[in-house]
């Protein structure tokens, strides 16, 4: 069983930087892939980023590859998503989840397949 919290969420203006954490509780944390998704109001739950078990692999959707950078920290059972240059099309409620899966691209960008969730934060980003 994994818990997850998330934090670290606010309102930023375009341009700025936010960095978000997701604490997780339970002995196995380090044997789950964890993973960022989000959902705007009005839109579908989008895939943001993805990290493996180890921290040795990480995946990005297109949209944020090279301004957000994914990491954990398995001795304090967080992992991390630094995001800058937000946008405003940045705005949404992102979750972190858990999963144990194998390390494909494909698993790791499904909800479907992750099965711990938290409760969300709010990333709001104005123009």
């Known amino acids: 069983q994994v818990q997850l919290v998330e934090s670290g969420g606010g309102l930023v203006q375009a341009g700025a930087s936010l960095r978000l954490s997701c604490g997780a509780s339970?002995?196995?944390?380090?044997?789950?892939?964890m993973a960022w998704f989000r959902q705007a109001p009005g839109k579908e739950r989008e895939f943001v980023a993805a990290?493996?078990?180890?921290?040795?692999?990480?995946y990005y959707a297109d949209s944020m590859k090279g301004r957000f950078t994914l990491s954990r920290d398995t001795a304090k059972n967080t992992v991390y998503l630094q995001m800058n240059s937000l946008k405003p099309e940045d705005t949404a409620v992102y979750c972190c989840?858990?999963?144990?899966?194998?390390?494909?691209?494909?698993?790791?960008?499904?909800?479907?397949?992750?099965?711990?969730w938290g409760q969300g934060t709010q990333v709001t980003v104005s123009s």
């Open positions: 989840a858990a999963g144990r899966l194998w390390w494909n691209y494909r698993l790791v960008s499904d909800a479907k397949e992750f099965d711990y």
């Open positions: 990290i493996s078990w180890s921290g040795g692999n990480t």
């Open positions: 339970g002995r196995a944390f380090s044997n789950y892939a």
